[in-house]
């Protein structure tokens, strides 16, 4: 299956083991000496209106998909999704789009 980055974002990424909605796709990292997409980032909500600032962010590694469909990804984790703070490049080796 091909599909854009935009028709990516359209795609919200379920936990097939527990059923939960994480979100829609806001960010995705990819190797730039493979060409390979290395990671799906879901931003986190923000709290009270954004004066409090976000949730932190849900890093999905692309190992974890299981399928993608039409609509949805259906992800299986064997943990609880990476967290992290901010979805930055790191030292040129990897980029992150749609900041």
Do not use: N
Request: net charge negative; charged share 30%; hydrophobic share 35%.
């Amino acid at each position: 299956m091909i599909c854009t980055l935009e028709e990516l974002r359209r795609k919200e990424v379920i936990d097939i083991e527990t059923g939960e909605r994480l979100g829609f796709i806001d960010d995705v990292r990819i190797d730039l000496s493979t060409s390979e997409v290395l990671e799906l980032v879901i931003y986190g909500r923000f709290r009270i209106l954004g004066i409090f600032g976000r949730d932190t962010d849900t890093v999905v590694p692309c190992s974890d998909i299981k399928v993608v469909g039409s609509e949805v990804i259906l992800i299986e984790h064997a943990r609880k999704p990476e967290q992290t703070k901010s979805p930055k490049c790191q030292s040129g080796s990897t980029l992150s789009l749609f900041k």
